[in-house]
Structures are given as C-alpha cells and as structure tokens.
C-alpha cells in the first residue's frame, strides 16, 4: 500500500488473442472493400472509353452519311440537266431535218455539219453527265457501306460496355455488403470492449 492510503492502480488489462484477430479481421475487411471498390474503378474506366469510342464512331457514321447524302443529291442535280441538253438535241435535229430538205437532196452546207457536231457534242456530253452521276452514286454508296460496317463496330463497344457496367456494379455492390457487415461487427465490438462503470470509488471508509 503507498504512503498516502490509496492503493496503486492497476495496470489496464493486455490485449486477448481474441482482440487481436478482431483487429486483424477487420483490418482485412477494410482492405477487401477498398480492392472491390478499385476493381469497380477500373471497370467503369473501361465502361466510359468503350462510350467514348462508340461516340467518336457514331460522329463519323453521322459525317459519312452527310457526305453521301451530298454525293447524292450532286447526282441527281448532275441528272437533272439531262433533259435540258436532251430538248436542245431535238431542236438541233429539226434544224438538221428542215436544212436537208431545203437542199432538194444536193450537198448540204456548213450550217447543216456543223448542226450534226452539235448533236454529237450534246450526246458526248449527256453521257459524261451519266457516268459523273453514276461516280457519284457509287461513292455515296461506298460511304453508306462504311457507315454499316462503323455501326457493328459501335454495337460491339456499346455492348462491351454495358458488361463493364455490369461488371462494375457488382463489384460496387459486393463492397458496399461487406461494408455494412465490418461496420456493424466494428459498433459490436467497440459495445463489448466498453469498459463498465465502476462500483465504488475505490476509497477506504474512516
């Protein structure tokens, strides 16, 4: 016993083996969640660069399709000046037509040759027109068939990132179980290990 009367106190009680693995088993439980939760990280980066391609994708499917809608409609205006030269063709054969018959079956004149050279051209030049408008269709449809084989592609990130999605969810969900499992063996531990109130105040009585 000290001097003044009052017993010395006693030294807290060591940790129990029991402690230790409390401590060691939460610990892991700590460390499992922050991996689950990385895993789920990692797999929603890799869920947003496949949107990220599929988008970048999905513009150039847009930009293809604007451009062979273009080549189209240049086609169809090339075609549409068809029928122009086509009346400018049959006024140039009347001409031939009259001319001939005015010469009685003799030899016909420079107005009359040179009217043949006109139609000649004019044939010439409807049928540069047709194969510009078939060029034009053709490389409009390349760009269609293009835009199909860009869009497979999408579908395939697309899909693949729905699955990294997936896959991200699960982690984030097995996470968030296991950390409402260690935080309520934690508040049960932390109940256990609280110290009861003391009986006296350790005082002799006179």
Not at 14 to 40: C, F, N, V
Not at 121 to 140: C, G, N, S, Y
Request: proline share 6%; aromatic share 2%; glycine share 6%.
């Amino acid at each position: 016993m000290a001097a003044g009367g009052t017993p010395p106190q006693s030294p807290p009680p060591s940790s129990t083996p029991l402690m230790h693995r409390q401590s060691r088993w939460l610990g892991q439980g700590y460390a499992d969640i922050t991996k689950l939760r990385e895993l789920a990280a990692k797999h929603d980066r890799v869920a947003g660069r496949m949107n990220q391609r599929a988008s970048r994708i999905n513009t150039k499917i847009e930009k293809l399709r604007h451009q062979a809608t273009l080549l189209r409609e240049k086609g169809q205006r090339v075609l549409a000046e068809i029928p122009e030269i086509e009346q400018q063709m049959k006024q140039h054969e009347r001409d031939i037509e009259s001319g001939t018959s005015r010469a009685g079956g003799g030899p016909v004149g420079s107005d009359i040759t040179n009217l043949h050279y006109r139609v000649r051209k004019l044939q010439q030049k409807i049928v540069d027109k047709q194969q510009k408008a078939r060029t034009l269709e053709h490389r409009a449809a390349m760009k269609t068939q293009k835009t199909a084989e860009l869009k497979v592609k999408v579908d395939r990130y697309l899909e693949a990132a729905r699955l990294e999605e997936q896959e991200a969810l699960a982690f984030r969900q097995r996470a968030d179980r296991l950390q409402m499992i260690t935080e309520t063996d934690v508040a049960s531990n932390l109940k256990a290990n609280a110290a009861p109130p003391a009986a006296g105040d350790g005082s002799r009585p006179p």
